[in-house]
C-alpha cells in the first residue's frame, strides 16, 4: 500500500493536485493535466512559462503524455479494486470492520450492529471462532466429497472399461460381417457371371439356326419380289404383241 501511495504522488498534477487528467509534457519534461495547463497559460499573451520550473516558452505548445496517461488509468483501476476489497471486509451500513457473525440471521455484522434492535436477543460469535468452526465442517464436507468422487471414479473407470469392450467387440463383428458378406459377393458375381455366360451359349446355340432360316426366308421373298415385279411389268405392256412375245 505505501509503495502504491508513493507511486500515486508522481501522478499528482501540480496545479489541481489530484491524479492527471489528459496527461501533456511541456518542452522543459514537467506534466499538466491538458485543461490545468490550458487554462494557466489563458491569461499570457505573448511568452509562456512553466509553473514549477518557470522556463519561457516563444509559444504555447505540449505534447500528449500516453505513458502516464496508462499509468494514471492502472492506478484509477487499482483504487476501484481496492476499494471494493475494503467494502467487502466493511459494514455498509456503519462502515465498520466485521468482528462478530450472527448465528441466528446467518451473517457478518460489526460492533455497532449487534446493539441494533434488528438483532436484539441475537446469538453471536467473534468471527475468528466461525471461521475455525466452519473450516472444520467444510473440511468434513471435502473428506465426504472425495471420498465420492474416488468412488465415482473407479465406477467411471469400470463403465470406460466396459464401453471400450464393447466397441472393441462390435468392430471385430462388423469387420467379420464385412469379410463375409465379400466372399458372398465374390461367390455372387462369379455365379451370376457364369449364369450370364452360360445363357449367351443356349442364345446363340438357339439363335443361329433360327437366323438362318430367317435368312433363306428372306431370300426366297427377295426371289419372290424380284418374280412379282416382272410379272407387274409384263402385265403393263400396251401392245398384245408385247405383251404375247
Not at 168 to 174: F, K
Request: proline fraction near 2%; aromatic fraction near 6%.
Amino acid at each position: 500500500v505505501m509503495m502504491a501511495e508513493t507511486f500515486k504522488d508522481e501522478l499528482i498534477c501540480s496545479i489541481c493536485i489530484d491524479l492527471f487528467t489528459n496527461p501533456v509534457m511541456l518542452a522543459c519534461g514537467h506534466n499538466f493535466c491538458n485543461p490545468c495547463i490550458s487554462d494557466y497559460w489563458k491569461n499570457q499573451k505573448k511568452n509562456v512559462s512553466c509553473p514549477e520550473c518557470r522556463s519561457v516558452f516563444a509559444r504555447k505548445s505540449f505534447r500528449k503524455n500516453r505513458v502516464l496517461a496508462n499509468l494514471v488509468e492502472k492506478t484509477q483501476e487499482i483504487e476501484v479494486l481496492q476499494m471494493q476489497e475494503k467494502n467487502k471486509l466493511c459494514c455498509k451500513k456503519h462502515e465498520e470492520k466485521f468482528k462478530l457473525f450472527c448465528e441466528t440471521d446467518q451473517k457478518l455484522i460489526c460492533l455497532i450492529c449487534r446493539d441494533c434492535w434488528e438483532h436484539k436477543n441475537h446469538s453471536f460469535l467473534p468471527v475468528t471462532e466461525v471461521v475455525e468452526t466452519y473450516k472444520a465442517k467444510i473440511n468434513t464436507s471435502l473428506y465426504l466429497l472425495k471420498e465420492q468422487r474416488d468412488s465415482l471414479s473407479k465406477a467411471q473407470f469400470n463403465q470406460n472399461e466396459k464401453i471400450d469392450g464393447i466397441k472393441r467387440h462390435s468392430i471385430s463383428l462388423m469387420e467379420h460381417i464385412r469379410s463375409e458378406f465379400a466372399e458372398l459377393h465374390l461367390f455372387l458375381t462369379e455365379t451370376e457371371n457364369k449364369l450370364i455366360s452360360e445363357l449367351k451359349q443356349k442364345e446363340e446355340q438357339v439363335l443361329r439356326p433360327m437366323e438362318k432360316s430367317l435368312m433363306e426366308i428372306e431370300n426366297k421373298m427377295s426371289s419372290i419380289q424380284q418374280e412379282i415385279v416382272r410379272l407387274q411389268l409384263r402385265l403393263e405392256k400396251p401392245n398384245d404383241i408385247e405383251f404375247l412375245k
